[in-house]
């Protein structure tokens, strides 16, 4: 009966919060720490909190001063005493069943990393309120998959960094976090990306189910991953971040193609995605950040001619910034 700590942030969530909180507190399985880390919030998100704490007190309320989900979250982990840490956002809701099946699994064989799918109701065909995956997991990426009760390492990934990724769809080993001091980058967007590279690059075990039990809610218009302003920028702390670990854990060799491919598509997509006004700047911190010599110069270019996305490294060094934006809009799915 492993004890399970599921960390909220909560910010301005009072539309949201309490169809959160009640798929958490009518889970099947009981054995849970429920972390809510108000940050800052100015409606009345904290008396929602408050009065489910009186209902039941398993609920945790840390109050801080607002500093964003990053800050809210490393809170919630300092905080917990669970075996096992999950993430749910405040205006999402999970399956009464995830962590029943979680724990099932457990009895079976412990990982670092376990991973589900997610997703989201939406309009499908025409229809409203048909179940939609958001990102799914590409299990053709995983050879050696079998079931939802294989135990796999990141090395058995044939796309390594593909995009798509979340904290809200993984449960993690407590034990393996803090051996690694695995926190969350603070002060930028695109956390997640980064803290869920560095624990899969750093984990010894996984497992992967097909299942869906994380439900994002895309009605909140709210939502910083909506628009990209200035902070945009903040994609190539990303980037320098994840060169770090590599070089750390003596991978960067290993997985220089897988990167060079993932470091062209995250760029590329975030540039069709930027305001007008930032887009000379973004292409100039791109070329900076995308075309070092010394790391070409380490890669097979008869090999890198074949990579999907060498196309973008060769029309970022020939084209303008307008021109280039104006080919990636041209052969952008």
Same mark, same amino acid.
């Given at each position: 009966m492993p004890k399970i700590s599921v960390i909220v942030p909560v910010y301005n969530a009072g539309l949201y919060i309490e169809k959160c909180l009640k798929s958490l507190l009518l889970q099947t399985y009981e054995n849970l720490e429920i972390i809510c880390v108000d940050d800052g919030s100015k409606d009345n998100s904290?008396?929602?909190?408050?009065?489910?704490?009186?209902?039941?007190?398993?609920?945790?309320?840390?109050?801080?001063?607002?500093?964003?989900?990053?800050?809210?979250?490393?809170?919630?982990l300092k905080a917990?005493?669970?075996?096992?840490?999950?993430?749910?956002?405040?205006?999402?809701?999970?399956?009464?069943?995830?962590?029943?099946?979680?724990?099932?699994?457990? &009895? &079976?064989?412990?990982?670092?990393?376990?991973?589900?799918n997610m997703g989201f109701y939406g309009f499908k065909n025409g229809e409203s309120n048909k179940a939609v995956l958001k990102n799914p997991i590409k299990l053709d990426y995983w050879d050696k998959w079998k079931s939802a009760d294989t135990v796999l390492t990141f090395d058995?990934?044939?796309?390594?960094?593909?995009?798509g990724m979340s904290v809200c769809n993984k449960i993690y080993r407590t034990e393996f976090l803090r051996k690694h001091n695995l926190e969350f980058y603070e002060g930028i967007i695109f956390e997640d990306t980064l803290f869920n590279l560095q624990s899969l690059l750093k984990s010894e075990s996984l497992k992967i189910t097909p299942d869906i039990f994380y439900w994002y809610n895309q009605a909140n218009a709210?939502?910083?991953?909506?628009? $990209?302003?200035?902070?945009?920028?903040?994609?190539?702390?990303?980037?320098?971040?994840?060169?770090?670990? @590599?070089?750390?854990?003596?991978?960067?060799?290993?997985?220089?193609?897988?990167?060079?491919? $993932?470091? $062209?598509?995250? @760029?590329?997509? @975030?540039?069709?995605?930027?305001?007008? &006004? @930032?887009?000379?700047?973004? $292409? =100039? &911190?791109? =070329?900076?950040?995308?075309v070092v010599p010394a790391e070409i110069k380490s890669m097979d270019l008869k090999l890198c001619r074949h990579l999907k996305n060498y196309i973008i490294f060769e029309k970022l060094q020939t084209c303008g910034w307008h021109e280039f934006y104006t080919f990636l809009k041209n052969n952008t799915a």
């Open positions: 904290l008396d929602i909190l408050k009065k489910y704490k009186d209902m039941d007190d398993r609920i945790v309320i840390i109050e801080k001063e607002n500093g964003g989900a990053s800050t809210a979250r490393n809170c919630g917990a005493t669970g075996d096992y840490i999950s993430f749910v956002d405040a205006d999402d809701w999970v399956n009464i069943t995830l962590y029943e099946v979680f724990a099932e699994s457990c &009895k &079976k064989s412990t990982v670092d990393i376990w991973t589900f058995d990934c044939n796309n390594p960094f593909y995009t709210e939502s910083v991953t909506k628009t $990209y302003d200035e902070k945009v920028f903040d994609a190539f702390i990303i980037i320098a971040e994840i060169q770090k670990c @590599l070089r750390e854990l003596h991978l960067s060799d290993i997985y220089k193609y897988a990167f060079f491919q $993932y470091k $062209y598509d995250f @760029l590329a997509t @975030l540039y069709m995605k930027t305001k007008f &006004k @930032l887009l000379k700047r973004f $292409y =100039k &911190k791109m =070329k900076e950040c995308c």
